[in-house]
């Protein structure tokens, strides 16, 4: 249950995937595990599947997508996920759409947007929400 408390995002998400059972296992037996980006200085993740959730909410300044970024071990996979119309910083201060600029011409690297009234998949009512505020 503290698990559940620490991390209601992603808990439940995996227990949307997995079921319950199995979620807490994963926590449980550090099958899963979450990491403050702030503890994430000299550690390397290798054969690891990392996920960066939020990360519209990064300032430039801090470089903490550099310091994520940089712990990418051999054999990992990477998926940054943000969307820069729910961030409270300016384009020009948000460390994502820095990296995309940065990082966009690198082979092993693809930056996807996506659309925001076909890709939404919260429910329909979120979609029509959404075409509301910015349709």
């Known amino acids: 249950e503290k698990v559940r408390e620490l991390y209601n995002g992603l808990y439940h998400n995996l227990e949307f995937i997995v079921g319950y059972q199995a979620a807490n296992e994963y926590f449980e037996k550090g099958i899963v ?23 519209s909410l990064l300032h430039v300044e801090g470089n903490i997508m550099k310091l994520f970024l940089t712990r990418i071990g051999k054999n990992s996979k990477v998926v ?7 961030s409270t910083l300016d384009p020009n201060d948000m460390d994502m759409l820095d990296a995309m600029n940065r990082l ?6 693809a930056c996807v947007e996506m659309d925001d009234f076909v ?13 509301k505020y910015e349709g």
């Open 33 to 55: 595990e979450t990491v403050v980006l702030s503890n994430m200085r000299g550690s390397s993740f290798s054969s690891s599947f990392l996920v960066l959730d939020e990360a």
């Open 80 to 86: 940054i996920l943000g969307d820069r119309r729910q």
């Open 104 to 109: 966009h011409d690198i082979d092993e690297i």
């Open 119 to 131: 890709d939404v998949q919260r429910s329909e009512i979120v979609r029509k929400i959404l075409q």
